[in-house]
């Protein structure tokens, strides 16, 4: 095997289509439901919040979904991603495993986000929309779309949990640079928002409450849509990007997973680096362990129930069949902000109730001892979010040591820590804890899910 450590595929070995698990499903997902009706959705019920072409791509049951030409232009900016094999990491663990991992901090946000950030933007202006609604997090999601807004002249309205926009005024600079308007959530902006704040003042803001705000400001005007950085099918079709270039440069190493770990929030880039694998496997090739890494702190898919649920606290959207802690779930405002969502991803849902991957869940403290210790064998300081899956890989090279196991171990690396120096300050001060799971606080939301006969 060659000594190269880093894995560069020419420009045009960009992939010209998106990868769609839904081809390849053992079993369809469960139908999405109409809030008031409870009947399945059809197209024209989404029609108030996402652009036709968007819409399309949701419901889509094609195995390949073409990227654009406009889109595939931007994307070259920092695509295709590089690949890396963490051979100082290897050597520090003294693995016989292989540890590859797909790098996404090289996009100009620092994270994974623009891989679906740039064509819902595209998308959203070749159909005449002026302005996006939406939410964010600990601000990856504001900052990518924010960037994809000024790239193609649309006013982006980012609704940011409260704790994370008084936690991170960067990120909000960030967004406000690209042109992007940045507003606390709950805020007094929207009817939900007031209501959140008449009940509780001093609410810290979750991302159901935010996504509660940014959809009732885009049903309100004809030139407003709003967009959704995760979960939603489309999102993880986009983020296919990263596992299907990855696929090309583990041949160029002459190398294909045993192992692919990813973090989960909403579930987009773990989608985005296991799918093509797994589409192999569905479609009777070679298997992968797939494992999908959490917080203790805020358990989806380790402690969640698979049932119908809102997505957002408002219960304004659509009920989903997914992994849920009960949309009125508010987890403890621990460092990884991209992981605090109540709910996840049908598609991921789906398969891990089929047995197709395995979940993990981590405290916050053992998560950043990981990621330090890859920092320092790598030189690449990871997302908090990140951090999670380096735990699971690094516990599982660990077990190769002990076990004399030689496998190849793929991780997405979704995202660089340099704007969460803050969350590696107070770690490195001895200010954070451990938050345990916060099991009364599951089991009190999960009581209050919609009951759904199905
Ligand atoms: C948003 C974000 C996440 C969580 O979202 P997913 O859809 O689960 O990928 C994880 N890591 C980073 C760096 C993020 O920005």
């Not at 901090?105 to 996006?132: C, D, L, M, W």
């Not at 704040?197 to 935010?210: V, Y």
């Not at 890859?374 to 660990?398: S, W, Y």
Request: proline share 6%; with cysteine; aromatic share 8%.
């Amino acid at each position: 095997m060659s000594d190269n450590v880093k894995y560069v595929l020419e420009e045009n070995r960009l992939p010209r289509a998106w990868y769609n698990i839904n081809a390849d499903l053992p079993a369809p997902l469960a139908p999405v439901l109409h809030p008031g009706t409870r009947e399945p959705v059809e197209a024209a019920d989404l029609e108030p919040l996402f652009p036709r072409a968007i819409i399309d791509q949701e419901l889509s049951q094609e195995r390949e979904v073409e990227i654009p030409d406009p889109v595939r232009d931007v994307y070259r900016q920092w695509r295709p991603a590089p690949l890396y094999r963490a051979r100082r990491l290897e050597k520090a663990l003294d693995t016989p495993a292989r540890i590859y991992y797909k790098y996404e901090g090289v996009s100009p946000t620092g994270s994974h986000k623009p891989n679906t950030a740039i064509p819902q933007a595209f998308y959203n202006q070749a159909e005449g929309v002026k302005r996006i609604t939406t939410e964010t997090g600990a601000g990856q999601w504001g900052s990518s779309l924010a960037l994809a807004g000024s790239m193609y002249g649309l006013d982006i309205e980012v609704y940011m949990v409260g704790v994370s926009y008084r936690q991170k005024p960067y990120r909000r600079a960030f967004m406000e640079s690209f042109g992007a308007r940045c507003i606390a959530s709950p805020s007094e902006q929207t009817a939900f928002g007031r209501s959140v704040l008449a009940e509780d003042p001093e609410s810290t803001g979750s991302l159901g409450i935010a996504i509660g705000e940014a959809v009732e400001m885009a049903t309100q005007r004809d030139d407003t849509k709003y967009a959704l950085g995760s979960v939603l099918n489309h999102v993880l079709l986009h983020q296919t990007v990263t596992g299907l270039e990855a696929m090309e440069q583990l041949a160029m190493a002459d190398d294909y997973p045993d192992t692919v770990v990813a973090c989960t929030g909403g579930g987009s880039n773990f989608a985005g680096i296991v799918f093509p694998f797994l589409g192999e496997q569905l479609r009777g090739g070679r298997a992968v362990e797939a494992i999908a890494v959490e917080p203790l702190a805020c358990p989806t898919l380790t402690q969640g129930r698979f049932a119908y649920d809102y997505g957002d606290s408002a219960q304004l959207t659509p009920l989903t069949k997914m992994h849920t802690l009960g949309s009125g779930f508010v987890p403890p405002g621990f460092h990884a902000g991209g992981l605090r969502y109540h709910g996840m991803a049908a598609q991921i849902s789906h398969l891990k109730d089929l047995g197709y991957l395995d979940a993990r869940a981590y405290d916050q403290l053992d998560c950043f001892a990981a990621g330090l210790r890859f920092a320092r064998a790598e030189g690449v300081i990871p997302a908090p979010e990140a951090n999670h899956a380096v735990k699971a890989v690094i516990e599982e090279a660990e077990r190769c040591r002990e076990a004399g196991e030689s496998k190849a171990i793929l991780f997405n690396l979704c995202g660089h820590g340099n704007f969460d120096m803050q969350a590696y300050t107070d770690y490195l001060a001895g200010k954070l804890t451990n938050l345990g799971g916060s099991q009364a606080e599951v089991a009190m939301a999960l009581s209050g899910l919609p009951s759904v006969e199905r």
